[in-house]
């Protein structure tokens, strides 16, 4: 089954929603984040105040003892500067400094604050959403997308929300503040420098419509990348055995490439920012030179040097807050195609939901019907039409047939992982939409055809489904199956997906976890297909045990292992082409004698070989 793309994203107004959502998940921490605003703007209003220090500095103190000391000077008379009026500013500054020191170290601490929690409480989302997902949902979703979305996209998100969000913020505010001053002391000047601000904006918002257009292509193939080193890595055996490690090679090289090139362009409008605000403060601080110069030149002068000296300075500041707020704008679009990837997961709505008035399976006898079931994965591609299945509770039906005939797709309607397109599916005959999954699924026991183990102990792993169980009954679980050496390593630990432990081993912790839940409806898929002759003999004394006063539903490759069966249907292009027991359908000399005889003489010619 093709497995889910990246999504394009195309929405030009994309990135005000964006912001809104993610920005909901820093004001569930509201009194961090009104700290965090606070000492920010306080940051930027300080040093804002500077050169108003300073045009005080020389208006009220430098320029008047200068003039003061100028004539005794000319005369030849020693002088001796009075610093006291210089006291007042140096004490001004230092106590500013003294305030912008706290201020920072107080924003860096909540914004510290703010980007962990969020990122927890995204991954959190993310990951119960992920348990929340209908089974159809990972049949089309490469692990290494979903990998991707709770890993690196919830870190660039979570940036955005901190240190990229201190920028702008700090911009605006020196922008704001900046700008009241300009006005108070002078509103023409104030204007040439305002003038320049509107200019640069638009030819931003311009250019970030291409950054937006090149970092969603850069994101999407780099999750593909992700995708395709995972696939490649875990099949490197298959493409070494098949010779195709120059195809895998070149694939990945072409993913690159696109990545790459889109990246370049991404960065390089992104860079486009810089020298265009860098250029347009220069162009403010030259206007502000020639005309506040001449302003202060004139007789008599419009304003002081103060004045001009604290305006020049505005002029040269005014550049980075706009730099800030750019690179914002440009780290915002970057982490944009990542918040849209997370959003698009969380919005993902299950496609098997329990209803408002669903009510729970008390227990079951284990009756499972397919009235009439008509299903299909994709429209236009039907498994099953009209079929009709009675399974009596308490009896053992085996399913075989060829790969891809509906074997797989019985198991997964009758664990409800998918739903019937038409018809119903009945337990104990009640259509189990009308009760919820999760007491559904507590009474069936699945075992599949590879093993999956968790990190942790073996006790853990066979306590997994039923973690209130005793030792003694895991033991008991263990002696069901004939795995009695378990018993003495219960502590021992199993690794990351068992990786400590054979396949064989992993495969009997399974059933063991299986049958430690007492399920009423016992399945196995292909349980015993990827385990050597011995273990499976092992398993296949176990499984007779099992089985006993439980509805069991196999799907079994070796066809010896389900002679006792009570039933064996033979399942070809999603119809029930014979049914009966072993004994009854050898008799026929059908399809599945075909397949018992083919596989018995296959068996025979390896013995002899082997012998």
């Known amino acids: 089954m093709k497995k889910l793309k990246e999504e394009e994203f195309s929405t030009k107004g994309a990135l005000f929603p964006f912001l809104k959502r993610i920005f909901s998940y820093s004001f569930r921490y509201k009194r961090w984040m009104t700290g965090f605003i606070t000492f920010v703007l306080v940051v930027s209003l300080v040093e804002a105040l500077t050169p108003l220090v300073w045009l005080n500095l020389l208006d009220n103190a430098i320029v008047p003892l200068v003039e003061q000391y100028k004539p005794q000077h000319l005369a030849g008379t020693p002088v001796e500067p009075d610093l006291g009026p210089l006291t007042k500013y140096i004490l001004m500054l230092l106590g500013l400094g003294l305030i912008l020191s706290l201020s920072v170290f107080m924003f860096i601490n909540f914004a510290g604050r703010i980007q962990e929690y969020v990122m927890y409480d995204i991954r959190q989302d993310l990951f119960r959403r992920l348990q929340e997902l209908s089974f159809s949902f990972y049949d089309k979703s490469a692990a290494g997308w979903l990998m991707s979305r709770i890993s690196s996209d919830t870190i660039k998100v979570t940036e955005l929300l901190s240190w990229a969000f201190v920028e702008c913020l700090w911009g605006f505010g020196m922008i704001v503040f900046c700008l009241t001053a300009m006005f108070i002391y002078n509103w023409k000047l104030?204007?040439?420098?305002?003038?320049?601000?509107?200019?640069?904006?638009?030819?931003?918002?311009?250019?970030?419509?291409?950054?937006?257009?090149?970092?969603?292509?850069?994101?999407?193939?780099?999750?593909?990348?992700?995708?395709?080193?995972?696939?490649?890595?875990?099949?490197?055996?298959?493409?070494?055995?098949?010779?195709?490690?120059?195809?895998?090679?070149?694939?990945f090289e072409s993913l690159s490439e696109k990545m790459r090139a889109s990246s370049?362009?991404?960065?390089?409008?992104?860079?486009?920012?810089?020298?265009?605000?860098?250029?347009?403060?220069?162009?403010?601080?030259?206007?502000?030179?020639?005309?506040?110069?001449?302003?202060?030149?004139?007789?008599?002068?419009e304003i002081t040097v103060g004045v001009l000296a604290a305006f020049f300075a505005y002029a040269t500041l005014i550049y980075e807050p706009i730099l800030d707020i750019s690179r914002f704008y440009s780290q915002a679009q970057g982490s944009l195609s990542a918040g849209e990837r997370i959003f698009s997961l969380l919005d993902t709505v299950p496609t098997i939901v329990d209803k408002k008035d669903a009510g729970d399976f008390s227990d079951i006898e284990g009756d499972i019907e397919f009235d009439n079931v008509t299903f299909r994965y994709e429209e236009g591609k039907t498994v099953f039409s009209e079929l009709e299945l009675k399974i009596n509770a308490g009896?053992?039906?085996?399913?075989?047939?060829?790969?891809?005939?509906?074997?797989?797709t019985i198991i997964n309607?009758?664990?409800?992982?998918?739903?019937?397109?038409?018809?119903a599916v009945r337990i104990d005959?009640?259509?189990?939409?009308?009760?919820?999954t999760k007491s559904l699924r507590s009474r069936i026991g699945v075992v599949l055809q590879t093993p999956h183990l968790f990190s942790g102990t073996?006790?853990?792993?066979?306590?997994?489904?039923?973690?209130?169980?005793?030792?003694?009954?895991?033991?008991?679980?263990?002696?069901?199956i004939g795995a009695d050496e378990f018993i003495e390593r219960l502590d021992e630990e199993a690794g990351e997906?068992?990786?400590?432990?054979?396949?064989?081993?992993?495969?009997?912790?399974?059933?063991?976890?299986?049958?430690?839940?007492?399920?009423?409806?016992?399945?196995?898929?292909?349980?015993?297909?990827?385990?050597?002759?011995?273990?499976?003999?092992?398993?296949?004394?176990?499984?007779?045990?099992?089985?006993?006063?439980?509805?069991?539903?196999?799907?079994?490759h070796r066809l010896s292992t389900i002679k006792k069966c009570n039933r064996i249907l033979v399942i070809k292009k999603g119809k029930i082409e014979e049914d009966g027991?072993?004994?009854?359908?050898?008799?026929?000399?059908?399809?599945?004698?075909?397949?018992?005889t083919r596989q018995l003489r296959e068996q025979r010619e390896r013995e002899i070989f082997e012998n």
């Not at 250019?207 to 999407?220: D, F, G, K, P, T």
């Not at 309607?413 to 018809?423: A, D, H, M």
């Not at 005959?429 to 919820?436: K, L, N, Q, V």
């Not at 073996?458 to 069901?480: F, Q």
């Open 497 to 556: 997906g068992g990786e400590r432990l054979s396949l064989g081993e992993k495969q009997l912790l399974s059933f063991a976890r299986a049958v430690l839940s007492d399920p009423k409806i016992f399945i196995m898929d292909e349980a015993t297909s990827s385990v050597d002759t011995l273990t499976e003999a092992r398993i296949q004394e176990g499984i007779q045990e099992i089985m006993k006063n439980r509805t069991s539903v196999i799907i079994a």
């Open 429 to 436: 005959g009640i259509d189990y939409r009308e009760m919820t």
């Open 264 to 301: 370049f362009k991404s960065e390089f409008y992104s860079a486009l920012y810089q020298p265009l605000v860098i250029f347009g403060g220069s162009v403010a601080a030259a206007l502000v030179l020639y005309y506040g110069g001449s302003m202060a030149i004139k007789m008599p002068p």
């Open 413 to 423: 309607l009758i664990c409800r992982f998918y739903e019937p397109t038409e018809g």
């Open 458 to 480: 073996i006790k853990d792993n066979i306590k997994y489904g039923r973690t209130d169980a005793t030792d003694e009954e895991v033991i008991e679980s263990l002696r069901l």
């Open 395 to 408: 009896t053992c039906v085996a399913l075989v047939g060829e790969t891809g005939g509906g074997k797989s």
């Open 190 to 251: 104030a204007l040439i420098v305002m003038f320049t601000i509107p200019v640069l904006l638009v030819v931003s918002f311009k250019i970030r419509q291409l950054i937006l257009y090149y970092s969603r292509r850069s994101r999407r193939f780099n999750s593909e990348i992700t995708a395709s080193f995972n696939e490649h890595i875990s099949g490197v055996e298959v493409n070494k055995s098949t010779v195709q490690e120059d195809r895998a090679s070149e694939e």
């Open 581 to 596: 027991s072993h004994s009854e359908l050898m008799h026929r000399k059908g399809h599945y004698y075909s397949l018992y």
